[in-house]
DNA sequence: GCTGCGGTCCCCCATAAGATAGAGACTCGG
DNA sequence: CCGAGTCTCTATCTTATGGGGGACCGCAGC
């Protein structure tokens, strides 16, 4: 407990299943050169405990309540645009993971990841490396060059996929039923789909909607 | 060390993700009453390692690769009608629940359940006590008095859910269009759905398919 | 200025989807 | 044996959906 100890990388949790936060804080923990500072269960809480910690890296899964994960990704690195944000998550669509890194998060990993990985994924973003697995790589490049949808679209994608009508979409959104389909239209041809179902799926598997 | 220890409830963890493994493990070994004597990372592992260690104990996520949660209830309980078996996982969907314990599972569980529900639920369930939280309780209620698909027709919604057209639905099953349109009008009835759209989003939530 | 893009609105038209009603064949359990 | 439930098929009718255009406005950027 002394001069041999180099200042250890500090680290923050933001996860919304204790049982998860746990798992990362004892691997975390168990390492000589990292420790965890605080853990956050939503994604106000992550900010928060940013803002007070300024912690060395902040490990952060997607799905939350309160904010999810894309968003704390923008507003922490807003305030704090050396922050070096490693995604830990469940979702590998191809619009999540094209989101978060776009942002500016450094790292993206899946739950799935074997203990090491995770590891130097920590490491490797402490340093400012990026680090993404290869197979969320491959993802991120199949979202290169597919049409982005605007979000006029997304609000009517959304409604889709509730299983609402034109006219009911219509209806919610102030706009006539044409107008609808006119969006529905530029939707089923940006995801290449063929009835709203399909389009639905796609988007889905995509991570354009979370239902 | 010696008279005073009882014998721990031996647990066997089942989770494709290694973190929450880990999470778990030390929760469960820092109780001086349990103790985790496996793991297991898909669904073919828990099941032989149920086998060859015989737990007190199996926790269980619903999703996992090779063969899911509600299998290898089957399968276990099939083997060893006196498995306490303890469900943890993050779908809440009333079909999923109602599986389960319809099944026979002794307890059901959300993963974002705060660390003393995880534990004394263990315990309750390796008595033979069941557990099920308030909220998942609620749930497996609704699911009683909503009328069930046929095999026929959760075949049938997979395939809308894909989104294909009922004359491909018809195709794919080797049956006329007119018969896919009686399946799916049969399951908008029972789902309580206007469109095929919405039918997917209900039988979503409803955790009657996993996209 | 002009251009591009996004949002709104409109047309026509072919097809898919949903609502309704009836009916034969099969299995399973009372 | 008979009824209940399931799966299959039939036919008709109305409405919703999707494909193909074209058009206007407002706004940001060159």
């Not at 936060?21 to 994604?43: H, I, P, S, T, Y």
């Not at 490693?86 to 978060?100: H, N, S, V």
């Not at 920590?122 to 982005?148: F, H, N």
Request: aromatic letters at 2%; charged letters at 25%; glycine letters at 6%.
């Amino acid at each position: 407990m002394s001069a041999v100890v180099k200042t250890k990388i500090r680290v923050i949790l933001a996860d919304d299943h204790p049982v998860v936060r746990d798992g990362l804080a004892a691997m975390v923990n168990q390492q000589a050169d990292m420790e965890v500072v605080a853990e956050a269960g939503d994604g106000e809480e992550a900010i928060a405990l940013y803002e007070q910690y300024r912690p060395d890296v902040m490990v952060l899964d997607l799905r939350m309540p309160k904010r999810d994960g894309v968003a704390v990704v923008q507003r922490v690195l807003e305030l704090h645009p050396k922050a070096c944000i490693l995604i830990m998550t469940t979702y590998d669509g191809d619009e999540d993971i094209f989101q978060c890194l776009s942002q500016g998060a450094k790292g993206y990993l899946l739950k799935d990841a074997p203990r090491q990985e995770i590891l130097s994924a920590i490491r490797a973003v402490s340093e400012d490396r990026p680090y993404t697995s290869s197979q969320v790589a491959a993802k991120a490049l199949q979202r290169m060059g597919k049409p982005s949808l605007t979000q006029r679209e997304l609000d009517v994608l959304q409604l889709v996929a509730e299983g609402r009508s034109n006219k009911d979409i219509a209806r919610r959104l102030s706009i006539t039923e044409g107008t609808a389909k006119t969006h529905v239209k530029a939707i089923l041809t940006k995801l290449d789909a063929i009835s709203r179902t399909e389009a639905v799926a796609v988007a889905h598997k995509r991570g354009l909607i979370h239902l």
